[in-house]
């Protein structure tokens, strides 16, 4: 059994830019505990981050910064071949806007947690994820590092003395060395809102998720992922807030958590 009787909600958003709309933020922010923040790299641009900061304000959501590589035509999706030193730059532009938002929204940046290829990336390379840290530990060392579970980020987090919390995936399925489906590949996505249920206590109350080989792994989350891109996040994000409430886990945000 985990040791742990609460998890956080978080849910990327803020990923609108100008009059294009992506997303249900709207709709998912009463369902979630932490909201990931797009920074303009990827998605997002000054006026979206000040309207979903403030409304993270105003339904006591933790606001963390979603930082990615600068790749606004593919969503931040697309790998890149970026120097160490950029990649600290980058990250650290990114917190800053960010942080200068929640501040004069009378609020505090929570967390930051990599989109994309970055947090693809960085999961497997830990000069990558060490990068992202060190850009999170000099620009503030309270923040927490937000990193898939069993990865390098979380290593580099943790080596580096950050508060780093382990996140897992309410809808991606997962390979048997714990890193996320490619999203090109068939049922790397998961849409069955029981089944995710399922799966989401089974890896609060058990400490692990069964791979889409079949294979047993071991994963122990402070905080999971929910998307809310596609037509049915809501439903689903509203029927596992029931199912986390049922088995008798606390929601709350990662700053009370970690």
């Known amino acids: 059994m985990a040791k742990t009787d609460a998890v956080d909600i978080n849910c990327d958003m803020g990923e609108s830019f100008g009059v294009y709309k992506i997303g249900m933020d709207e709709e998912m922010i009463s369902h979630i505990s932490s909201a990931n923040i797009a920074c303009g790299f990827h998605a997002g641009d000054p006026d979206v981050m000040r309207r979903t900061v403030n409304m993270a304000v105003e339904n006591r959501v933790g606001i963390g910064a979603h930082p990615s590589f600068p790749d606004l035509k593919g969503f931040g999706r697309r790998k890149m071949n970026i120097n160490i030193e950029e990649v600290k730059n980058l990250v650290t532009y990114q917190i800053g806007a960010l942080a200068a938002f929640a501040r004069s929204s009378g609020s505090r940046l929570q967390h930051v947690k990599p989109h994309g290829a970055l947090n693809n990336m960085a999961a497997t390379n830990y000069e990558l994820a060490e990068a992202v840290a060190l850009a999170i530990k000099e620009f503030n060392p309270d923040l927490i590092y937000v990193a898939m579970c069993n990865s390098a980020m979380y290593r580099a987090g943790r080596e580096l ?24 590949r068939a049922g790397a996505v998961l849409e069955d809102p029981q089944k995710i249920n399922e799966r989401v206590i089974r890896m609060v109350k058990e400490g692990e998720v069964e791979s889409i080989e079949g294979e047993v792994i071991k994963i122990n989350p402070d905080t999971i992922c929910v998307h809310g891109d596609n037509s049915n996040c809501v439903a689903i994000a509203e029927n596992l807030v029931k199912a986390i409430e049922a088995a008798e886990i606390e929601i709350k945000t990662l700053a009370h958590i970690v």
């Not at 897992?168 to 714990?178: L, M, N, P, S």
């Open 161 to 184: 003395g950050l508060k780093t919390a382990g996140e897992a995936f309410a809808d991606r399925a997962y390979q048997k060395d714990g890193t996320l489906v490619s999203r090109s």
